[in-house]
Structures are given as C-alpha cells and as structure tokens.
C-alpha cells in the first residue's frame, strides 16, 4: 500500500507564503510524476502543479504560475510546493497526487493518478 503524507498547510494572510511537503511511502516515488491539486468548498478538485520524475519539466495552472513553485527531492521520496504572495482564491484543501503508470512525465489530469494524499488546509485571510 502506497500512503502519501502532506503537511505544511496553515492559516496565512494574503501576501504570505507556504511551503507544502509531501512525503510517499514507495520508492516507485522516483520514477513517478508528482502533482499538487486544491480543492475548495463547493468546487472539483483543481489541478495546481506538476512536475516530473526527474525535475527536468514543471507545469503549472495560470492561477498560481509566477507565485508557486513545485519540486523534488527523490532521496527523500518528498514532493513540495512553495507557496508565495498568497491570495484569497488560493484557499483550500491541498492534495499531493502520485501517477506510476506511464512515462513519468507531467499530468495535469487528476484521473491519470494512482494515489492520493489525505489533503492539507491551507486558509488565506485578508
């Protein structure tokens, strides 16, 4: 069985920053795309970043691209997004994703991944 942990999540005000980790269970983790999605009261689940298994792509939503910053550690089977200049609209339960099937290479589609982590609050106030 294959857990993934976030933590990191907080209650911030607009203008901070964040820095997400999530930490897999597996060592399938270093051939894996990672991903970061959020979800809000009321919404779907919003894809958020990405990245590959070995660091060399990165994709992001148009919300968050220039302020959030996804990257890898594969020694340490860890995942993280840092999180600057936070905005209200960047509310939400975040959840970090693993895909083992394919290529290992970006996926912004949340069906394309296998696991799933049990999610992080992240609450931005004015």
């Known amino acids: 069985q294959v857990n993934l942990v976030e933590s990191g999540g907080g209650s911030v005000q607009t203008g901070d920053a964040l820095r997400l980790s999530c930490t897999a269970s597996?060592?399938?983790?270093?051939?894996?795309?990672m991903g970061w999605f959020r979800q809000a009261p009321g919404t779907e689940r919003q894809f958020v970043a990405t990245?590959?298994?070995?660091?060399?792509?990165?994709k992001y939503s148009d919300s968050v691209k220039g302020r959030f910053l996804i990257s890898r550690d594969n020694s340490r089977n860890t995942v993280y997004l840092q999180m600057n200049n936070l905005k209200l609209d960047d509310t939400g339960v975040y959840y970090c994703?693993?895909?083992?099937?394919?290529?290992?290479?970006?996926?912004?589609?949340?069906?394309?991944?296998?696991?799933w982590g049990q999610g992080t609050q992240v609450t931005v106030s004015s």
């Open positions: 994703a693993l895909a083992v099937a394919g290529s290992g290479m970006v996926v912004t589609h949340p069906d394309v991944y296998d696991y």
């Open positions: 597996t060592r399938s983790f270093r051939t894996a795309a």
């Open positions: 990245i590959s298994f070995d660091s060399s792509q990165t």
